[in-house]
């Protein structure tokens, strides 16, 4: 399996404008169409998008007379959406005055593949039409008694936002919101993925290589904010935009929006201190959030190190998530 | 409500205050009556429109500060295809003082309820296309002292004038807490209403035509204010819905949220717990400004 | 011990141990049996199921709703302490004097801009207010048994409060401290409003400036210490610490001179002769008789007798040099004096006592 390094094409040299604000209005709601999937199981857990998944319970389809073909187009896609972020080394502030001179904690980074783009409302679909609400095995058992408040405007299992279990087609391709951090745990479990860590992350964002320069990126794209390149408050544009937009974002490997549009869910729980040294807690347990949102009225809070944190069970129309995945060796 | 153009040209023949007509001297700073900065009229009179006093009220501790800096800080980022400009430095300070503490993650400090310690914001705004100029003086008052008011008319007459002066009124109500079951809001938002509706002295018949614009801040704790705030106030603020039913004609109700995630941590000595917006997203703070700016407009 | 002390001594000046000065309101010839019941209340924020913030969070039932919100309205909010204790005293519309004692207390509920404000308030009769000589001061330290730490969560209906009239002791103050009260003394005499600005607001300062003031003053003023100024507490006479410009920017138009302490020795003060007394004795740490003296005026003392009677005061220092040939004839201008007030009339009376007692001193002895 290849592994794509560096992922540029020639749009990311071009800085997109900035966008009027485009309002959905919930009363012409356009419920995306069912999909049809195969009968097949394998080819099923394809056009699911299950590529980890597959890689990960090959031998449960070894009798299948196009396992090879499968595995092989999986690992293809896996090399296509998920690029390679390189080992590195994090700095990660303590407290949430974090300041210069702040307390700071150093983590290194092994290689990992972070997906290029965040979840979208079609890939998630494919997930509840899977089944991934009423499958148990997905959700820790304490999350079971919740399971029945994971519903959407029309009281279907779903995301927050949608209705009678569909997103809205015109919003395919933006991020899946109305989330919370089961949710998205969920559906890595269902995909054979899981959720980065701050640290993986900041390290993404960061591009923190142990080179002699150690330049470190207040953003993906370089030290300055601009904001052409990441939907955030001042950007105007309201809402959500397609994950495929604003690529002159990017980070040098092709991981866009990593700033802006939503914010995404981490693995790790939010630990920050208070300036007098007391722990930062919520309501319930936090779970940091990373990179701001169409929302973020501060730019500084829309950085690579601005560290955040939500409650799990936390619904927002503004967080989504991305996946990660420990890298593979090739068969051969 | 508003005064005419003649209110102002006599209060600066007379260094009249804007907000209570009370005379002052040529020198204050503060009006000796009502304490609303004598500035206002200084800067009044060299405007070709007639300032429309706009009250953002609400109890103790539900965000007016917040929520008017910021809104005036989008305005003057041009938020909303809104053209804003602020007339004396002094209406700079209330924005400032929020937005430099969220950044920090600080709530800003509690509003004394002493009037000398108010900001107030003076503003000029329109649609960028082809809106008209109005000019807008916004105060941020102390809760305690709205709720004195209430309680005891005249406890401080700066409320009743501004009350009295003002074009339109923001109400902002703690959605979360009337959310979680606390009546409080409620009884609240009914007093506060009984006394605009008592101190307007309209007969029974007629309904109050002051635009209220209700906000439902910290809405992020429930969303459903942003959906379908009209029935969030019937099932949760019943009473209020009510009487806003019975005696005001024009009302609309909205959502609106700060504050993304609110964390917690305990001070050094332990005894006391401090609330930490962790970040911010904005939803839902001009939109209530919009509509009363159209309503009055 | 010289002999203007030993004739101190014997009219009956008392003295203290440690430079402290003592004394007795003015009526309490007698220990009281009985205290006198005055009413409280409590102004502080706290987060209850009735609300959040500052407001009277308990009241004894004899205060009115008026009056609980004219207090309302003169109580200090966040961050409205200048010093680590404030107090102020103010008569309200019924008449009463309510004398409030402000305290830091912890952090505000919601952990916004700082310490909590906790007033303490107690409400007088005129009447009882006289038997604490119309010192707001000597109050606050009758009510001090009741007060060990910021009640923040005190039943809603107070019990009335029996303070005793207490003796007293009041610290000396520096020079700089007393031309500020002294300036401070004269404007509230003349009726005009005044923000005292002093580095270190205390309840000290205020105190020797009622003192200085004649009853028949004191007991109608508005006074504070140790709150920042707000033209919403229209203070006669506020001792502060603050900036001078910022001072000066929210006193504009409001009637209110401003003293600044480097100021004050130049200031004009009046009446002048009185207060020269005062700093005199003050120079010449004769603090046991000043105080002796401030103890005697009593509410017929006007502020034009005050002249009259530091000349006096003159005059009795000078009875112990006069030349005994001089005695009856003085003694005789001051037998017949008619006198304004009981203070002169004290005076006049401690005069002849010691001029009597040196005219019998330095008469010859009998023949054998």
């Known amino acids: 399996m290849r592994l794509s390094l560096f992922k540029r094409t020639k749009a990311e040299a071009v800085i997109e404008p900035v966008r009027r604000p485009r309002m959905h209005s919930a009363d012409d709601y356009q419920p995306a169409p069912p999909t049809r999937f195969d009968e097949d199981t394998l080819k099923r857990q394809f056009q699911y998008g299950r590529y980890a998944y597959i890689l990960d319970n090959r031998k449960q389809w070894s009798r299948h007379f196009e396992i090879d073909a499968v595995c092989s187009a999986a690992e293809k896609a896996i090399d296509e959406q998920f690029p390679l972020v390189p080992d590195g080394y994090v700095s990660l502030p303590q407290t949430i005055q974090d300041d210069p001179g702040c307390p700071e904690k150093d983590f290194q980074t092994a290689p990992f593949l972070l997906a290029r783009h965040t979840v979208t409302n079609a890939e998630f679909q494919n997930f509840v039409d899977g089944g991934g609400y009423e499958n148990l095995d997905l959700w820790p058992q304490e999350v079971w008694p919740q399971l029945m408040d994971f519903r959407d405007l029309t009281d279907q299992p779903g995301p927050r936002f949608w209705r009678h279990g569909r997103h809205d087609l015109r919003l395919a391709d933006h991020p899946v919101v109305g989330v919370c951090w089961h949710e998205a745990t969920a559906y890595c479990r269902w995909a054979g993925l899981r959720l980065p860590t701050e640290v993986e992350w900041q390290m993404a964002a960061t591009w923190r290589l142990r080179t002699f320069s150690q330049m470190l990126r207040r953003y993906p794209w370089g030290d300055a904010f601009d904001v052409r390149r990441c939907n955030v408050w001042a950007s105007g544009t309201g809402g959500t935009v397609p994950v495929w937009e604003y690529s002159c974002g990017a980070a040098p490997n092709g991981v866009m929006q990593l700033i802006g549009n939503v914010w995404e869910w981490m693995a790790s729980d939010f630990d920050a201190t208070h300036e007098a040294g007391q722990p930062v807690v919520g309501d319930m347990l936090l779970k940091g959030v990373r990179g701001g949102a169409f929302d973020t009225y501060f730019a500084a809070q829309a950085t690579s190190v601005f560290r955040t944190g939500l409650a799990t069970m936390t619904r927002a129309h503004n967080v989504g998530f991305r996946c990660a995945l420990d890298p593979r060796l090739s068969p051969e | ?297 | 011990m010289n002999n203007a002390v030993a004739s101190a001594v014997a009219a009956g000046y008392s003295t203290g141990d440690n430079g402290a000065v003592a004394f007795s309101p003015a009526v309490a010839a007698q220990p009281q049996t009985r205290g006198t019941l005055v009413d409280q209340a409590v102004f502080t924020s706290i987060r209850s199921p009735m609300g959040c913030g500052y407001r009277i969070i308990a009241a004894s039932p004899g205060i009115t709703a008026v009056e609980k919100s004219e207090i309302t309205r003169w109580s200090p909010s966040q961050r409205s302490l200048c010093a680590l204790e404030g107090l102020a005293s103010y008569r309200l519309s019924t008449n009463r004097q309510v004398i409030a004692c402000s305290r830091p207390a912890g952090l505000e509920p919601t952990a916004r801009g700082g310490d909590r404000v906790h007033t303490h308030v107690v409400v007088l009769d005129p009447e009882d207010y006289a038997e604490f000589d119309w010192n707001p001061i000597a109050v606050v330290r009758a009510t001090e048994p009741f007060q060990q730490a910021p009640n923040l969560a005190p039943r809603q209906d107070l019990p009335a409060l029996e303070l005793q009239p207490a003796p007293q002791e009041v610290a000396p103050i520096g020079e700089a401290e007393l031309d500020l009260t002294c300036a401070a003394s004269s404007a509230a005499m003349a009726g005009q409003s005044t923000i005292a600005l002093c580095s270190a607001p205390s309840l000290n300062l205020l105190e020797w400036m009622l003192l200085i003031t004649p009853p028949y003053v004191r007991r109608r003023l508005a006074v504070s210490t140790g709150l920042n100024y707000s033209p919403i507490r229209p203070m006669q006479v506020a001792f502060v610490t603050a900036d001078v410009t910022q001072l000066r920017r929210a006193a504009a138009g409001h009637a209110v001179q401003i003293l600044e302490p480097a100021a004050c020795r130049l200031e004009a003060v009046h009446p002048d002769e009185w207060f020269s007394l005062v700093r005199r004795w003050a120079r010449q740490n004769r603090w046991n008789d000043l105080v002796e003296l401030l103890r005697r005026l009593k509410p017929d003392v006007h502020p034009e007798h005050l002249d009259a009677l530091a000349s006096l005061c003159e005059e009795l220092d000078f009875v112990q040099a006069i030349d005994p040939i001089h005695l009856p004839t003085v003694i005789q201008k001051y037998q017949d004096r008619p006198t304004a007030n009981t203070a002169e009339a004290w005076l006049v009376q401690r005069f002849l006592a010691l001029a009597e007692q040196r005219k019998g001193v330095s008469a010859p002895p009998a023949a054998p």
């Not at chain 2, 041009?78 to 004396?88: L, N, Q, S, W």
């Not at chain 2, 801040?217 to 459903?224: Q, V």
């Not at chain 2, 401090?274 to 400004?289: E, K, N, Q, S, Y």
């Open chain 2, 1 to 297: 409500m508003s005064g005419d153009r003649g209110d102002t040209a006599t209060a600066l023949a007379e260094d009249r205050c804007l907000i209570c007509g009370a005379a002052n001297l040529f020198d204050a700073v503060q009006c000796c009556d009502c304490l609303a900065p004598m500035a206002l009229v200084h800067d009044a009179i060299a405007q070709e429109r007639d300032p429309h006093v706009v009250s953002v009220i609400g109890d103790s501790n539900v965000g007016k500060t917040v929520y008017l800096g910021f809104l005036l800080d989008m305005l003057s980022r041009r938020a909303g295809d809104f053209e804003a400009i602020p007339k004396g430095s002094y209406s700079v300070d209330l924005q400032q003082n929020v937005i430099t503490n969220m950044a920090r993650r600080i709530f800003p400090p509690k509003t004394p309820m002493e009037p000398n310690q108010w900001y107030w914001a003076y503003y000029q705004v329109r649609r960028r296309e082809g809106g008209k100029w109005i000019d807008l003086v916004m105060p941020d008052v102390a809760g305690e002292s709205l709720a004195a008011e209430v309680a005891m008319p005249k406890t401080f007459k700066v409320i009743r004038s501004l009350l009295g002066r003002s074009a339109g009124l923001m109400l902002v109500v703690d959605a979360a807490l009337a959310a979680n079951g606390s009546q409080a809001p409620d009884f609240f938002a009914l007093k506060m209403l009984s006394y605009i509706d008592s101190m307007q002295r309209t007969s029974r018949n007629r309904k109050i035509d002051t635009p209220i614009a209700v906000v439902l801040c910290k809405s992020d704790y429930c969303p459903e204010c942003f959906d379908r705030p009209q029935q969030f106030v019937e099932a949760n603020l019943n009473r209020m819905w009510n009487l806003c039913e019975s005696r005001f004609s024009c009302v609309e109700f909205f959502g609106a949220t700060v504050v993304g995630s609110l964390g917690y941590a305990t001070n050094e000595a332990q005894d006391a717990v401090i609330p930490i917006p962790l970040h911010t997203a904005l939803r839902g703070v001009l939109d209530p400004f919009v509509w009363i700016t159209e309503q009055i407009g």
